[in-house]
């Protein structure tokens, strides 16, 4: 069993920088973070593969780094020039499933979950 365990969220002003990280994440197939807004569905925002491929949604491409250290199991989303509309929990998450590999940017093929951080970027 794979436990996730997020850290980093918190409040910052629009255009500032947060760094998020992801504890016990082991190298899977492939690995990403999500996020969800009040009141829309989770959605992705950046996913690497155990290859090191990096795929990313167009609203955070430029701004957010998706990046892991195997020596530490840790997986992170560094994020630049916040905006408002990035508000939401973000998960952290994990799959052995390679569904992962062509259903790009979905949390279905995700079988493993972290409790998720809160991000609020205020304007």
């Known amino acids: 069993q794979v436990q996730l365990v997020e850290s980093g969220g918190g409040s910052v002003q629009a255009g500032g920088s947060l760094r998020l990280s992801c504890e016990n994440a082991?190298?899977?197939?492939?690995m990403g973070w999500f996020r969800q807004a009040p009141g829309k569905e989770r959605e992705g925002v950046a996913t690497?593969?155990?290859?090191?491929?990096?795929r990313y949604a167009d609203s955070v491409k430029g701004r957010f780094t998706i990046s892991r250290d195997s020596a530490k199991d840790t997986l992170y989303l560094q994020m630049n020039s916040l905006k408002p509309e990035d508000t939401g929990t973000y998960y952290c998450?994990?799959?052995?499933?390679?569904?992962?590999?062509?259903?790009?940017?979905?949390?279905?093929?995700?079988?493993?979950w972290g409790q998720g951080t809160q991000v609020t970027v205020s304007s």
């Open positions: 082991h190298s899977s197939v492939c």
């Open positions: 690497i593969g155990r290859d090191g491929l990096t």
């Open positions: 998450a994990a799959t052995s499933n390679r569904a992962c590999l062509w259903e790009v940017l979905a949390p279905g093929p995700y079988n493993y």
